[in-house]
């Protein structure tokens, strides 16, 4: 939006823009040299955006609680697959091939740090928010990299010392999704070591 651009940047505010308009010229249109037709035309777009923004926000508040109950039952889930596993490997006569037939052992990891590539996962958590997990294993931590529509380069938000990362920036444009590309490469001793990870993308929603 430029900056003498008299529209405001925010659904609230345009809104409250379309109605108040709607009501100042509505009361006297001849005055102003607009028509029935016009009014006419001016309610059925505002009456169109507040539709259109209610429905918006409901499916956001949607897709915020969706995840909510999501990570729940993820949690939930968990706790009953350890306390099942638990039970299993306490039997006599459990042995480590029992398990990786169950899937029940974590598998072992080589971590060469000239090699090493981090595994980013990201999960929008709406507004602009997107959080951001991996694994650091031996290392001190991730520098992570983001793009978003518009930028020329890939800009640094910072260093990741613990999983997961929040990307709290607010949306570029208020009510309007966007489109996020992250990368991430492993920290050691204050250097970047190994190679960058694959890129992510995330449609980030209002």
Known sequence: M???DFIPAADADLLALLNRALRELSADLAAHGLTQEDAAELKDVTDDFDADTSAAFA?????????TRKNQSRKRAEAVLRRLSRQI???RGYTASVGIGL???????SFDLATAKPQLTAIDQTGGAVQLTFVKYKTHGIN???KREGDSDWVLLGRAMFSPFLDNRRLLQIGKAELRRYTAVYVYKDQQVGQFSNEVEISCAP
Do not use: F, M, Q, S
């Open 89 to 91: 490997k306490a039997r």
């Open 59 to 67: 499916v956001a508040a949607e897709a915020k609680a969706a995840t």
């Open 2 to 4: 430029r900056k003498d």
């Open 103 to 109: 899937g029940i052992v974590a598998p072992k990891h």
């Open 144 to 146: 992570i990299y983001c």
